[in-house]
């Protein structure tokens, strides 16, 4: 664990409206901020920034926590980088990693640091095999300066070497297999994963090594292994060869399909190539992307595969702020080949003219329908109009559905009127959709577990749990009285039991009760819930007298809290269910 005393000193130095600020166009509304919300789209800013508890909470989403959560959150990193990143914007040095895990972590960096290093090594040795990856890296247009650049390597063809040269260095068996280079047989032997293949580190964006690629020399299966997820390497949360793009000046960046299509434009000076790690983009990636680029190109194979991955490339982008636009590939497969056909200057110039993202959706649209019978051109038309009328510019609109007149030979007119309904009818569709949102958006709603006895005391009881912990945030100076009264184990809901108990230990350890300290000991889904509390109640002002009035509330139901406790949450919440349906009359079975 990081120690409070430097987590309140990095969360003091860094006010979260400043920080928040960086990334959110951010306007003052009394004495809290609002803007559109960075973790989902929206036109109507649902997204606020609360200076007296240093919270953030979104009323769209459901995002929130404190400035370390935002900066976790916004750039995908886990919470002692956030730390580490707050710490460095306030000019203060790393906390020391005293915890097992943070040991074990840098430990697990160190060795991927020096299989890095040996597979090197291996690349550029004496032996056959190593005449032979060298000139596949040959073979794949890579000069000496590229492949010092990304480090690559490779693995020689037996299962102990990689082991023993990590062994020799005085790694453990343990860390070893943390690292996810080793793997144990059936048998108890320990051998390495990576063998007879070419290597590619893969780096987080400060530039520690934290996983690798192999791929064979020749064309045997499997053709590709990459490392496992480990302590250090979450894939879903990783962007090959973003260290480098980041460096740029340039703010348009091109997403490929795989690692050999990054290096081969990188090295032909397209330096903000780069591609997500995994078999699939994910929504962690397009925000992590979305955090350093303006503009995306989506530049993948050309095959079948390809562009469908380009299809659901686009509908994750959808959401963030970028503007994405489509590369086709003519007379290549992939970019490497491209580059390797055509030269880097084509390829650039190929670059510049790339169709955006609706183009490429129209076009895909095309391709299933014979516009040469009438039943194909009308479902055509109608395909393309819905496709108009989601989120669409009025501009846009009317550009494309002259296109789509011309292509058809149906009257501009007649699609323009189709598309009026079609926006009407989306525009009522995401009025509903946001309708059915708001129905469960009220106080009721927002409590999980409920309390077994009591009938519909069970919901004013769980209420004054939450409203005790949001006292308790707003106003520290109650806890001390909380404490000689509340034992947090009686409370019903488990999110506010941990909350108290988080809150007690930093009033007993005399760290203070901010919602950093708290966060920093109760799970993410805790915290956002506080963080949504804050927000609730943010124009509340507790006085003492409301204080016991919670407690008062509380201890009467204590006797009766022992046996809910003992309920699992399925129980408890089928219980809280029965409340709400006697509260509202629904009837019961056979009723």
């Not at 082991?163 to 047989?185: M, N």
């Not at 009220?442 to 006895?453: E, H, K, N, S």
Request: aromatic share 8%.
């Amino acid at each position: 664990m990081i120690p409070h005393e430097y987590i309140e000193e990095v969360v003091r130095r860094n006010e979260i409206a400043d920080v928040v600020g960086n990334y959110v166009q951010l306007k003052r509304k009394g004495r809290l901020y609002g803007g559109l919300c960075p973790f989902h789209s929206e036109k109507t800013p649902s997204f606020y920034v609360y200076p007296e508890t240093q919270s953030f909470y979104c009323f769209g989403c459901g995002a929130g926590g404190d400035v370390i959560t935002f900066i976790k959150k916004i750039n995908n990193i886990d919470y002692e980088d956030a730390v580490t990143r707050l710490a460095g914007r306030a000019g203060r040095p790393e906390p020391e990693e005293d915890d097992r895990g943070g040991r074990m972590r840098s430990r697990v960096l160190a060795i991927n640091k020096d299989a890095a290093r040996w597979f090197y090594a291996c690349l550029n040795s004496s032996t056959e095999e190593a005449k032979q990856a060298r000139a596949y890296w040959r073979r794949r247009g890579l000069d000496d300066k590229t492949i010092v650049r990304f480090g690559l390597g490779y693995a020689p063809d037996d299962f102990r070497s990689t082991y023993q040269h990590l062994k020799d260095k005085g790694y453990t068996d343990a860390e070893l297999l943390e690292s996810g280079l080793v793997k144990r047989s059936e048998k108890g032997n320990l051998y390495n994963i990576f063998h007879r293949r070419v290597m590619t580190p893969i780096f987080d964006l400060r530039g520690n090594i934290i996983a690798f690629g192999g791929r064979v020399l020749d064309d045997s299966k499997p053709k590709y292994i990459n490392s496992p997820e480990t302590l250090v390497y979450k894939k879903s949360k990783t962007v090959f060869a973003l260290q480098l793009a980041k460096k740029s000046t340039s703010r348009r960046y091109v997403l490929c399909e795989g690692y050999m299509d990054v290096i081969s434009m990188q090295q032909a000076g397209i330096d903000t190539a780069v591609c997500a790690c995994g078999t699939a983009l994910t929504p962690d990636q397009v925000r992590l992307i979305s955090e350093y680029a303006d503009e995306v190109v989506l530049s993948y194979d050309s095959d079948e595969a390809g562009q469908k991955a380009t299809a659901r490339s686009l509908e994750l982008f959808r959401d963030s702020p970028v503007k994405v636009s489509v590369l086709q590939i003519p007379g290549a497969k992939d970019p490497d080949e491209y580059i390797k056909k055509y030269g880097a200057e084509r390829f650039r110039a190929l670059l510049d003219g790339t169709g955006n993202a609706l183009e490429f959706r129209i076009g895909q649209v095309r391709k299933k329908y014979d516009l040469v019978q009438d039943k194909d051109r009308l479902d055509y038309v109608r395909e393309v109009v819905r496709l108009l009328a989601d989120r669409n510019s009025p501009t846009e609109r009317e550009v494309y559905a002259g296109r789509l007149a011309e292509e058809t030979n149906i009257s501009k007119t007649a699609i323009m009127a189709q598309l009026e309904e079609e926006v009407k009818k989306s525009s009522y569709r995401r009025r509903a959709e946001k309708q059915k949102q708001l129905l469960h958006s009220g106080p009721a709603d927002t409590i999980r577990v409920p309390y077994q006895a009591g009938g519909q005391k069970a919901l004013a009881v769980a209420s004054a749990e939450q409203m005790l912990v949001a006292a308790m945030l707003r106003e520290p100076s109650f806890v001390p009285l909380a404490m000689q009264r509340l034992d947090p184990a009686a409370l019903i809901l488990p999110d506010m039991r941990q909350a108290a108990e988080a809150i007690f230990r930093c009033q007993r350890e005399g760290a203070a009760v901010t919602l950093a300290n708290v966060g920093a000991l109760v799970p993410e889904n805790t915290l956002t819930e506080l963080s949504r509390l804050a927000a609730q109640y943010s124009e509340v002002n507790p006085t003492e007298k409301d204080v016991q009035l919670y407690l008062d509330r509380i201890a009467q139901s204590t006797p009766k809290s022992s046996s809910a406790n003992k309920m699992t949450d399925e129980e408890l919440a089928r219980y809280l269910q029965s409340l709400k349906d006697r509260k509202q009359g629904t009837p019961r079975d056979g009723g």
